[in-house]
């Protein structure tokens, strides 16, 4: 689905963004778990989706991650990224969003949401915009407001990103920029 084919009411509640939160395993990677011989874990991102990120953050948007696992590699990975709030080792993902939304000053009227899986679905179904990748659950499927078309650690983060911005009119200043 293209930012065209979204409803005027949708788009509305997109131009009033301020946070997009993002869950890893399954969006912001395959969601494959992929261990070394000596048990640690490795994960693998995708560039297209850090860039996607650093947009955001050059549009004014903030980020989090909240995610069930916990991760070195996640952690160096919203540092490089500039990610404001990285939780991790959370599976009551609205409870932590609730911890973010203490601490930032915003709200569920000003939240974007992608998650895949069935601890995402409250927080999904309490954002503004909830989203989620073709290879999610299919009741999160179901549940979200719209559904990337790549997916997840193959670029549906960089795609949900892009939505925002084009949806606040943001997105071909940001994009000229590298011309």
Not at 31 to 60: C, M, R, S, Y
Not at 116 to 139: E, K, M, R, W
Request: negative net charge.
């Amino acid at each position: 689905m293209t930012e065209h084919a979204l409803s005027d009411a949708l788009k509305q509640r997109l131009h009033a963004i301020r946070l997009a939160v993002f869950d890893v395993d399954g969006v912001l990677t395959t969601g494959a778990l992929n261990f070394l011989p000596d048990g640690q874990e490795v994960k693998t991102f995708h560039t297209l989706d850090g860039l996607g990120i650093k947009l955001l953050h050059q549009a004014g948007i903030r980020t989090a991650i909240i995610t069930g696992r916990s991760s070195s590699q996640v952690s160096m990975r919203a540092k490089a990224l500039g990610i404001h709030w990285c939780i991790q080792g959370r599976e009551d993902k609205l409870v932590a969003l609730e911890e973010i939304w203490q601490e930032s000053g915003e709200s569920a009227a000003t939240t974007a949401y992608i998650g895949d899986d069935l601890p995402d679905l409250s927080a999904i179904t309490t954002v503004a915009f909830g989203a989620t990748v073709p290879n999610g659950h299919p009741l999160v499927c179901k549940e979200a407001d719209w559904c990337t078309t790549r997916r997840g650690g193959e670029g549906a983060a960089r795609e949900f990103c892009e939505l925002l911005l084009a949806s606040q009119g943001k997105l071909n200043d940001l994009i000229g920029a590298f011309r």
